[in-house]
């Protein structure tokens, strides 16, 4: 399926601002990750890999959403080339990933290797054997469609031999295969600590150094990382996020100062910080519910919050507010403002009240944020201590408090953002500076002045979904088709109980009402037989409504005196 079927606009082309996107997850690649476990490096390299597999795998079944890793493959080269894990689907499938881990751990980290070029040639067998398996897992379970022959693999390599000879050896020992379905392949050079020293890298991880292979035909990034557990989850997280790069992701268009038309374009891709927690099963307790109190305050049994205490924010640190980013805040900010309880006397009141106020003066005039932490309400029922959340306080010119959740390390994506140390063409700075001078500035932003269209959206679909409803009541006539005849008043000539007025609006109103005759209770109902016929007195009709709503009514009941003017009337008609 290509990315430009699920192009579509965000607004109306007419408009001088828009923004386009486009869906992402189109291809995610299988992955193939080849470990060199060999002597003497393995020894320090095994725990620190094996543990970020275990935090990495983890995560990566228990997601939700779109699927970003479609397959999984596990090579290791000690003595010899193994395949410690076939293809297999990574979503709920952590039970075997972890005993694979658990195997890997059990390889030896001591012995000796004869010669480099020896764990050279199990590197090329084991790439080239990874390769086959897909081509024959795809053939085996492909059903003909363009979607599966349109998956790639990329290999990754992580070892602690030199990188560049190892990318050397691998284009030497690939040269001449089939690698087609071959997308993408990662040499990671796990460093020791006195070599990490030597280098200045990036804290998060190190920068891939990109060669598009001509002897290949593929690229070939080199990577060196730290020997940590941080900076391989790093590494491995970086298989979450979108590997598409068919199509680009969003279009933001700017006016065109020249009276064109056609506004002026700027391409861009969009890329993940982080794993939204509600894509986790335990989301609640990882503060992604944050927009209504009831969602952020613990589940109470029985009454709502009853006897419930309210959640304890525990703060750990003050952070500088321009040291803070903005892309590790996510979901819905609440707002903060001192009680009003009424439990509280007015004594604790008073002085909770000037706490609360100096607490917002003080940060704000320190230009300082809170970092909260907070327990989990309740223990895991696994035997764990459960999931805690972590929470920035902000400060803000009124007597209240910002409170937004912030991401921990579990859910944090690799993020690579070098700053430019060359100035911006002319010419490009001066075509950006005429297209921002259309459009229109505000001092202060009101949201008032934006509309979503979103209550003619919900009308429009709401009158589409129910029935419609008589705007105008139906004559009284209309609804007698579907009663009873009234027999006893029409030979007799008598009259019926004047109804309210609201019984035929509920009547014409409620479509699962109707009218039903029902005979009247009267006392004198016996000693009156030998008057007349019987007919008159005892078809006398009172009208019911019979509906399963609970907002319908029953006529009033004639009173004991209309009754036996009625009784009069009979007589004197015989």
């Not at 059903?143 to 599966?148: K, L, N, R, V, Y």
């Not at 944020?369 to 696994?382: D, I, K």
């Not at 902000?394 to 921990?408: F, N």
Request: aromatic share 4%.
């Amino acid at each position: 399926m290509s990315m430009d079927n699920r192009k579509r606009p965000a607004g109306s082309s007419n408009s001088g601002n828009l923004v386009y996107w486009s869906s992402s997850f189109p291809r995610q690649p299988a992955r193939v990750l080849i470990v060199e476990a060999l002597p003497p490096w393995w020894s320090q390299t095994c725990p620190v890999l094996c543990d970020a597999l275990d935090n990495f795998l983890s995560l990566a079944c228990s997601l939700d959403g779109p699927c970003r890793i479609p397959l999984l493959s596990l090579y290791a080269i000690s003595r010899q080339q193994e395949c410690l894990l076939p293809f297999v689907q990574v979503r709920g499938n952590l039970a075997r990933l972890c005993s694979c881990v658990e195997e890997l751990r059990t390889l030896p980290g001591e012995g000796c290797i004869r010669g480099a070029a020896r764990g050279g040639e199990l590197l090329r067998q084991a790439v080239l054997d990874s390769l086959q398996q897909f081509k024959q897992y795809i053939r085996h379970t492909s059903t003909g469609s363009q979607a599966s022959n349109n998956i790639s693999v990329e290999v990754t390599v992580v070892t602690s031999q030199p990188g560049r000879g190892v990318v050397r050896h691998l284009e030497a020992g690939l040269k001449g295969a089939d690698l087609v379905s071959l997308k993408r392949l990662l040499v990671v050079q796990i460093c020791s600590a006195a070599d990490w020293g030597q280098d200045n890298h990036s804290p998060e991880a190190g920068h891939a150094e990109t060669d598009d292979s001509l002897m290949l035909g593929t690229e070939v990034d080199l990577q060196r990382v730290e020997n940590s557990v941080f900076t391989m989850e790093t590494v491995l997280k970086a298989w979450l996020q979108e590997q598409g790069g068919d199509r680009e992701h969003v279009h933001l268009l700017l006016p065109n100062p020249l009276d064109n038309p056609i506004p002026v374009c700027v391409k861009c891709d969009m890329q993940e910080r982080l794993i939204s927690p509600a894509l986790i099963p335990l989301s609640p307790n990882l503060g992604v519910k944050t927009e209504s109190i009831r969602d952020f305050l613990p589940l109470a049994k029985g009454l709502a919050n009853q006897g419930q205490p309210p959640r304890k924010l525990k703060a750990i640190k003050t952070l500088r507010a321009d040291g803070v980013c903005e892309s590790v805040l996510y979901g819905l900010p609440l707002v903060l403002r001192p009680t009003t309880c009424w439990q509280l006397d007015w004594d604790e009141m008073e002085t909770n009240h000037n706490l609360f106020h100096a607490l917002c003066h003080t940060l704000r005039s320190r230009d300082l944020f809170l970092l909260l932490h907070v327990e989990p309400a309740q223990r895991s029922t696994a035997g764990g201590s459960g999931v805690c959340s972590h929470y920035v306080l902000q400060p803000s010119p009124s007597l209240s408090l910002l409170l937004k959740p912030v991401v921990s390390r579990e859910l944090l994506l690799p993020c690579s953002l070098p700053v430019s140390t060359q100035e911006p063409a002319p010419d490009a700075v001066h075509t950006i500076q005429d297209c921002l001078t259309q459009l229109d500035e505000e001092c202060v932003f009101n949201p008032l002045s934006l509309s979503s269209n979103l209550y003619q959206h919900l009308r429009s679909r709401g009158l589409l979904s129910q029935p419609r409803y008589p705007y105008r009541l139906q004559p009284a006539t209309a609804h007698r088709d579907q009663s009873q005849p009234l027999e006893g008043p029409k030979a007799t000539g008598s009259r019926l109980p004047r109804q309210p007025q609201s019984h035929g609006r509920q009547l014409g109103m409620n479509s699962k009402a109707r009218a039903t005759v029902a005979p009247l209770p009267s006392s004198s109902s016996h000693s009156s037989s030998s008057l007349g016929p019987p007919p008159v007195k005892a078809s006398r009709p009172a009208l019911k409504l019979l509906s399963s709503s609970s907002g319908s009514r029953r006529a009033p009941a004639p009173t004991r005196q209309e009754e036996d003017n009625g009784e009069d009337d009979s007589m004197v008609m015989q």
